[in-house]
T-cell receptor
Framework: KAGVTQTPRYLIKTRGQQVTLSCSPI?????VSWYQQTPGQGLQFLFE???????NKGNFPGRFSGRQFSNSRSEMNVSTLELGDSALYLC????????????FGPGTRLTVL | AQRVTQPEKLLSVFKGAPVELKCNYS??????LFWYVQYSRQRLQLLLR??SRESIKGFTADLNKGETSFHLKKPFAQEEDSAMYYC???????????FGPGTRLSVLP
C-alpha cells in the first residue's frame, strides 16, 4: 500500500498570505487528521475529518480550516499567515478515527517570513 | 480537558540497560492510550497501544488507571531504540486526541 503523501513538502510564505496544504491518505482510510509540530509547543491536534465532515477540532483560531473530499483526500488552509504559524504540518490517516492506528505523512514544512 | 505529561525531555541509558519512559494522563473517562515513535529521518509511527496488550520490539506498556499512567518499558535497551517517543491519548470516540511533549531516548554504546 502506498503511504500517506503530503504536498508540497516545503513552503515559504509571507505574513498576511494564505496557504493550502494537501494530504492524500492511504487507500481505504476514511479519517484524516492534521497536526502542527513546533519546537515550543510540540505536536498539537488541529482537526479531524471523516467522510467529508469535520468531526473534531483542536484549540486553534478560525484562520485554520480544512476540508475533505469524497475520495478522502484532505486540504488544510491557513489564512492571514502569522510568523508563529511557521511549523511542520503533519497529516495522518486511519481507518475510522484517532482511536485507531494513525499513519503519518512526511509533513509540510511551512516557513512564514 | 485531557492532558498527557512526559516528565523527561531526554533519557540516556547504556545499551543493555533497562529503560522506562514515563507517561501520565488526565482524563475523566476510559482513554485509549498509545505510544508513537519517530526514528531519525523517519515518519512518526505507532509503536503500541494499550488495548492490543502486545510487545513490540521488546517494548511493553501497562495501563494503570489508579495511577493514571502508561509507562513504556524495555528490559534491555538497544542502540536502534534511540528515537523520540510520544505518549498519546484518545477518547473512546476519537473525538479528542492529544500528544504528550515527547521524550528523546538516547541509547549509548
Amino acid at each position: 500500500k502506498a503511504g500517506v503523501t503530503q504536498t508540497p513538502r516545503y513552503l515559504i510564505k509571507t505574513r498576511g498570505q494564505q496557504v493550502t496544504l494537501s494530504c492524500s491518505p492511504i487507500s481505504g482510510h476514511r479519517s484524516v487528521s492534521w497536526y502542527q509540530q513546533t519546537p515550543g509547543q510540540g505536536l498539537q491536534f488541529l482537526f479531524e475529518y471523516f467522510s467529508e465532515t469535520q468531526r473534531n477540532k483542536g484549540n486553534f483560531p478560525g484562520r485554520f480550516s480544512g476540508r475533505q473530499f469524497s475520495n478522502s483526500r484532505s486540504e488544510m488552509n491557513v489564512s492571514t499567515l502569522e510568523l508563529g504559524d511557521s511549523a511542520l504540518y503533519l497529516c495522518a490517516s486511519s481507518l475510522a478515527g484517532t482511536y485507531n492506528e494513525q499513519f503519518f505523512g512526511p509533513g509540510t514544512r511551512l516557513t512564514v517570513l | 480537558a485531557q492532558r498527557v505529561t512526559q516528565p523527561e525531555k531526554l533519557l540516556s541509558v547504556f545499551k543493555g540497560a533497562p529503560v522506562e519512559l514515563k507517561c501520565n494522563y488526565s482524563y475523566s473517562g476510559s482513554p485509549e492510550l498509545f505510544w508513537y515513535v519517530q526514528y531519525s529521518r523517519q515518519r512518526l509511527q505507532l509503536l503500541l497501544r494499550h488495548i492490543s496488550r502486545e510487545s513490540i520490539k521488546g517494548f511493553t506498556a501497562d495501563l494503570n488507571k489508579g495511577e493514571t499512567s502508561f509507562h513504556l518499558k524495555k528490559p534491555f535497551a538497544q542502540e536502534e531504540d534511540s528515537a523520540m517517543y510520544y505518549c498519546a491519548l484518545s477518547d473512546n470516540y476519537g473525538q479528542n486526541f492529544v500528544f504528550g511533549p515527547g521524550t528523546r531516548l538516547s541509547v549509548l554504546p
